[in-house]
């Protein structure tokens, strides 16, 4: 169970390359297409331990971690 703030994904930085899915240890991201365009998604924010690797992984910044991160369900 994560004690810092949940890895957000933004949707418009994302390019889609998949880093963040295969550093993930638990497999807790997914890419999801919409129309012409994919993107990660965090799909088990309530499995995560907050190990942060998907942050370092993502070679745009497309995902971040802060004080006002909580899970999305």
Do not use: N, Q, W
């Not at 690797?53 to 802060?66: E, F, I, M, T």
């Amino acid at each position: 169970m994560c004690t810092t703030p949940y890895p957000e994904v933004d949707a418009s930085r994302c390019t889609g390359c998949g880093r963040c899915v295969s550093a993930c240890p638990d497999r807790l991201f997914t890419l999801d297409v919409s129309g012409f365009r994919k993107h990660a998604v965090l799909i088990s924010p309530h499995r995560c331990d907050c190990c942060l690797k998907c942050l370092a992984a993502c070679p745009v910044g497309a995902l971040s971690s802060d004080e006002t991160s909580t899970p999305p369900f």
